[in-house]
Every structure is written in structure tokens, then in C-alpha cells.
């Protein structure tokens, strides 16, 4: 458990996301925490780098609309203190943490609280023992530093942990991601380090999370990308959607165009996907602009419009319902949704 989410054990795949604020600022971070949780995120990463932020963390943590998991390097003291703030969770990298005395302590601590640990492996940090003995980060290299963890956490009797090997190599992420699959039985955090801009950021993650999910390996995910926690959020909700692990929330599906178009359909998406984000009513919807697709892939979605010169068709259920303008569709679609009842018979 984390906080009041499950991790594992079958239940649901979270998604998760982290503040790009100053922790320091509480104000400016807790804004993004809200912001997140709006857009669906069920779990919130802060970092705890310095004193400023160790103080500020126990004020974030009791405001906090979600649950809030603290992010260490280098300096146990801060894993301490944020345990004792109240954090839902604590991760630490294997590869800077420092002694095994200093991790037994934070494990000691968080045991009292019941707060997981998640053992946080990254390619780019891995110990240099390691890194001498395997050459370069391999699967094995960051399978070995995360056991080597999880046996000092089982040798002390914790074994409340989640473990992560990421990777900005989306292949050797899978690869390693197996490895735990095949030979643990541990929670894992699905992740691409350090994915990118926007654009490539959200290929790789959905290339490396979408197929480890699709072998049904994986029980949390953070989409890495330079940009906004709002879409790291959006992109994992939609990599869990594509997969039907996700029902929550508005799905919006949309003809790719082509010369037939005979409506803007560019418009008319991006202010429904404007107007409905955030929106947490489990709700298909189709937009189409032709009629050659269009009538049959509108009925298969709780919501659809096949759209035609300047009008299209508004289906309800798999039922043709009226015909509207042009201009009419994205009020109208707008208004379904909001008395779309998720119970209604298919």
C-alpha cells in the first residue's frame, strides 16, 4: 500500500508523476500535486535534495490530495526525515544511497510507519563494482544491483518493497524488467529514465511500458518526459487505455484524415480534448470525419459522430440519434457527456 493506493497483487496498474517545482516552494509544488490528481494521477513523487525541501515535505504531505513519495539520493538523513513527515513512500537509488548501515536505518524507520520502499535502479547510477564487473549497464548488471537491495531489506526483515531498473535504453529496459519478472515476485515500477521531449519521450515510454504491461509485467508506471506532470499523467492514463487496463476517464478516438475530411476535425478534437481533460467519467467517444469509416467506428463508441460536408450524424449507444451542424458538434458532444450514464446498456 501506498498511502491508500495498492501496488500489486492484482490490483489496478497506478500511474504515477513528479514535481518539477522547487520542493522548497510548497505553495508552487502543491499547485502541481492538484493539478495531477485532476488529470488522474494516483501516486505523486517530490524530491527531498536538501534541507529546504526535507522541511517543507511534512506541510506538502499533510495538503496533499494524493499520495506523496519521497525522492532520495545521496543523503539518508533526508529518507529519515521525510518518514517522518508522513510520506507514503520512500525511494531510494541503490547506487548513491551510501552504506549499508545508513539503508538498514531508513528501512528500520519506515518499518515502523509501514511505508514501502521502492529500490529505484537506474542505468546511469549503478555501483561501480558493477559496472566493473559487467563492463557496461547490461539487464544483468541492473537485475544484480537491485537484488543485491532487496536482499539487504529481506536480511533485515523488510520486505514491503517495489522495485524499478530503468533505462534511457528502451530495450535494455525490457530486457531487465524480465529478468525481476522471471525470477522476483515484487512489485515493479515500470519506467523509461530520462525519456525526452514530449514527442519522442512519449514513443519510448509507450514502447517500453506498453510492452512489458502487454505481457502483463508491471504495477505502477511514471512516463518520464521534459515537459508538464499534467502530461506525464495524460500519457500514462492513455498507454493504460490502449491496453484496456484504464477505464477511467474520457477516451477520445479519432480518424487520422485524410482527403475525404469534410469537417475541421482538427478543431473540433483538440477543444473536446481541451474541455474534457480531466474528466474521470469512463466515456468513449468518436470522432469521424467521412463516411467511409465513420458510421461504423461512431457506433461502436459510447459517444460517436460521422461527420459529412458540413453535418454530421450524433450516435448514442450504437443509435443514430439526430443530425447536427457543423458548428453544433462539440457543445452537443459536450452536453452527452455530461448526462452520459457509464451504466447504461450496451
Known amino acids: 500500500m501506498v498511502g491508500t ?57 499533510a495538503a496533499s490530495p494524493i499520495p506523496v513519495v519521497a525522492d532520495i539520493h545521496f543523503n539518508h538523513v533526508f ?71 532487496a536482499e539487504i531489506c529481506e536480511d533485515s526483515g523488510f520486505t514491503d518493497i517495489i522495485i524499478s531498473v530503468k533505462s534511457t535504453d528502451v530495450s535494455l529496459m525490457i530486457r531487465a524488467y524480465r529478468l525481476l519478472a522471471a525470477r522476483t515476485d515484487y ?8 525519456a525526452g521531449t514530449t514527442r519522442v519521450g512519449t514513443i519510448k515510454s ?31 492514463k492513455d498507454i493504460l487505455r490502449s491496453l484496456g487496463l484504464a477505464s477511467r476517464g474520457v477516451e477520445i478516438i479519432a480518424c487520422p484524415t485524410c482527403g475525404r475530411l469534410e469537417v475541421d476535425l482538427f478543431r473540433i478534437t483538440a477543444e473536446l480534448e481541451k474541455a474534457l481533460a480531466g474528466t474521470k467519467k469512463p466515456v468513449k467517444i468518436a470522432l469521424l470525419g467521412c463516411v467511409v469509416n465513420g458510421p461504423g467506428e461512431a457506433s461502436e463508441a459510447d459517444i460517436g459522430i460521422a461527420a459529412g460536408k458540413g453535418v454530421a450524424i450524433l450516435y448514442r449507444k450504437g443509435r443514430v440519434v439526430r443530425k447536427l451542424k457543423e458548428e453544433e458538434i ?15 446498456g450496451s
Do not use: W
Not at 494516483?42 to 526535507?54: E, F, L, P, Q
Not at 545508513?102 to 555501483?127: D, H, K, Y
Not at 512489485?187 to 530520462?194: A, D, I, N, S
Not at 462539440?330 to 447504461?344: G, I, M, S, T, Y
Open 79 to 149: 529518507a529519515l526525515q521525510s518518514i517522518e513527515a508522513g510520506v507514503a513512500k520512500v525511494r531510494i537509488n541503490p547506487g548513491n544511497i551510501g552504506s549499508v548501515d545508513r539503508v538498514r536505518e531508513v528501512l528500520g524507520a519506515a518499518r515502523e510507519r509501514s511505508i514501502p520502499i521502492r529500490i529505484g535502479v537506474n542505468s546511469g547510477s549503478l555501483e561501480e563494482d558493477i559496472l566493473e564487473r559487467h563492463g557496461y549497464p547490461t539487464a544483468e548488471a541492473l537485475y544484480e544491483s537491485a537484488m543485491r537491495h
Open 5 to 61: 493506493i495498492p501496488v500489486g497483487g492484482g490490483s489496478p496498474v497506478s500511474v504515477q508523476t513528479m514535481t518539477k517545482t522547487k520542493t522548497s516552494d510548497v505553495e508552487a509544488t502543491l499547485a502541481q500535486i492538484r493539478e495531477a490528481a485532476d488529470a488522474g494521477c494516483d501516486i505523486i513523487r517530490v524530491t527531498v535534495n536538501d534541507k529546504n525541501a526535507a522541511t517543507a515535505i511534512a506541510d506538502i504531505v
Open 187 to 194: 512489485p515493479l515500477h515500470l519506467g523509461v529514465t530520462e
Open 330 to 344: 462539440v457543445a452537443v458532444v459536450l452536453e452527452e457527456v455530461r448526462n452520459f450514464q457509464p451504466d447504461e
Open 206 to 236: 509507450a514502447v517500453g511500458i506498453g510492452t512489458l504491461l502487454a505481457e502483463g509485467i508491471g504495477d505502477t508506471i511514471r512516463v518520464s518526459l521534459t515537459d508538464e506532470p499534467v502530461r506525464e499523467v495524460e500519457v500514462g
